[in-house]
């Protein structure tokens, strides 16, 4: 990819991060910010360090956000702590990152072999690795709270296996649908901007 589409590319996404960040969209007692969208576009379009940029920003607008926009949520003393809010958000994407190079060269091998095409094998792994990055992001997250809190009292809120199930609950898979539905044809749009598919493979 060259440099200065990279550095465009990789601006919009950050942007966007914080933007989504800040402007959490609301289905019925389910709140869902759109700032892992962003952060799975570039970790399946970039490189590691860019991933790891784009989950540091989303993990600083997610702790900035617990004493700000969000700060009246039940949940905003747990996310106050980096450990929380941010190291896991840094994670995360990494780890949908890590599994797309490894699933994309074993496609490779697979296409040498007369395998699957690559068109439908690149959109199946980009759709396995944005829901690898939903569940890595949650599971990490729900992970530091109960290490860091688990069977203690946070604000008003006592850290139970019961609270940590309602944390989990819609929220997690609308993300899990959502994200996994949507993240595929734009990481195949920004590949196609670059030619990567003109062959038609």
């Given at each position: 990819?060259k ?27 389910a ?13 399946l ?7 790891l ?26 996310f ?44 199946a ?77």
């Open positions: 990819m440099r200065s589409k990279r550095i465009a590319i990789t601006a919009v996404g950050l942007a966007l991060i914080v933007i989504f960040g800040l402007m959490p969209i609301s289905f019925g007692t709140t869902i910010a759109l700032t892992l969208l962003p952060v799975l576009v570039l970790a379009t970039q490189d590691w360090k860019i991933t940029t784009a989950g540091l920003i989303m993990g600083l607008v997610s702790l900035i956000g617990a004493f700000t926009t969000g700060a009246g949520n039940i949940t905003a003393p747990l106050r702590n980096p450990l929380v809010s941010v190291v896991t958000r840094m994670i995360a994407p990494l780890a949908a990152h890590g599994l797309q190079r490894l699933l994309l060269a074993a496609e490779r091998r697979g296409k040498e072999e007369g395998h699957a095409p690559r068109k439908a094998a690149k959109i792994i980009d759709a396995v690795c944005a829901a690898v990055g939903v569940v890595a992001n949650t599971a990490l997250v729900l992970g530091m709270i109960w290490l860091l809190y688990g069977g203690k009292t946070v604000g008003d809120s006592a850290i139970t296996p019961e609270f940590m199930s309602a944390m989990i609950s819609i929220n997690f898979v609308i993300e899990l649908i959502a994200f996994t539905l949507l993240t595929p044809p734009i990481v195949y749009a920004i590949n196609a901007q670059e030619g990567k598919h003109a062959s038609g493979n």
